[in-house]
């Protein structure tokens, strides 16, 4: 398995931007897909962007033209950048990352999640 470590949370005001940042190390896997999911406050998690082997990314609609997801495969970190965030948005933000390990099993490894706030 991999482990992932988010950053970047806190508090924005509404219209502004946030970049989450979520690191992954380890060692004997491949990564298969990555994704962004959120759980907002009395709701379940839900998908906010995914990433599947192929490149592709799907955004949740409440995403679409305001977060995008991206990779920084030298830095091994995936990011979130939000956009013209509105206090809906505010939830606990987790990273994922789905992988095939050495054996040929898939995984899917969380981060710990990061709290985002958006607040006049």
């Known amino acids: 398995q991999v482990h992932l470590v988010e950053s970047g949370g806190g508090l924005v005001q509404p219209g502004g931007s946030l970049k989450l940042s979520c690191a992954a190390s380890?060692?004997?896997?491949?990564?298969?897909?990555v994704g962004w999911y959120r759980q907002q406050p009395g709701k379940q998690r839900e998908m906010v962007a995914e990433?599947?082997?192929?490149?592709?990314?799907k955004y949740a609609d409440s995403a679409k033209g305001r977060f995008t997801l991206s990779r920084d495969n030298a830095k091994n970190t995936v990011y979130l950048q939000m956009n013209n965030l509105k206090s809906e948005d505010t939830a606990v933000y987790y990273c994922n990352i789905g992988i095939i390990t050495s054996d040929l099993r898939y995984v899917e490894n969380w981060g710990q999640g990061i709290l985002v706030t958006v607040s006049a």
């Open positions: 990433e599947i082997y192929s490149g592709d990314t």
């Open positions: 380890g060692s004997g896997f491949s990564i298969n897909t």
